[in-house]
């Protein structure tokens, strides 16, 4: 490799080692370049660009969580439990169905409220998006934001790292 020059970083180095060897140079250990093509590695549920599959599980989330939705205002009257508690319990059941079974990405199931519980009349609109905004809602924000950047901060390259 040689001395590196004076614009070149000692990542840029690292980098250009870890390329002849075919390994991806992170702080930690070496991935093989071929781990890098195989998506997100840890954590994440992103297909590299290619369309999602829907496996046997994600396709009944799918037909589960409105049939619960539905089963639950349709047929559920506890007592003791207004038409509200069970429009709440209800929409409930269909936004715990689709976040666990994935069948749209997470931050698109936490957008379901704002539609279920004003159409069921369980809150107003307006109570309902306010909730989104609440203080302790953008302290929660502030420390993803934060756990993202330190996290990207461990890695060389993370485009290639998928274990970063």
Do not use: K
Not at 50 to 57: Q, T, V, Y
Not at 103 to 121: A, D, K, N, Q, Y
């Amino acid at each position: 490799m040689g001395i590196p020059s004076a614009d070149q970083t000692s990542a840029d180095v690292l980098d250009e080692q870890a390329a002849g060897a075919g390994t991806h140079r992170c702080r930690f250990r070496d991935v093989p370049e071929s781990a890098s093509r195989q998506g997100t590695g840890r954590g994440g549920s992103s297909s590299g660009g290619r369309p999602r599959s829907f496996g046997p599980a994600r396709l009944t989330g799918l037909v589960l969580g409105p049939a619960l939705f539905l089963l639950t205002l349709l047929f559920f009257e506890p007592d003791g439990l207004s038409r509200e508690g069970v429009a709440v319990l209800a929409s409930t059941l269909w936004i715990g169905t689709w976040w666990i079974t994935e069948v749209v990405p997470i931050p698109v199931t936490s957008l379901l409220p704002i539609v279920l519980l004003p159409v069921t009349g369980a809150m107003e609109g307006d109570d309902v998006v306010s909730s989104y905004g609440d203080d302790i809602v953008f302290l929660f924000l502030g420390g993803f934001a934060l756990a993202i950047a330190w996290r990207s901060g461990t890695c060389i390259n993370a485009s290639r790292c998928p274990s970063c």
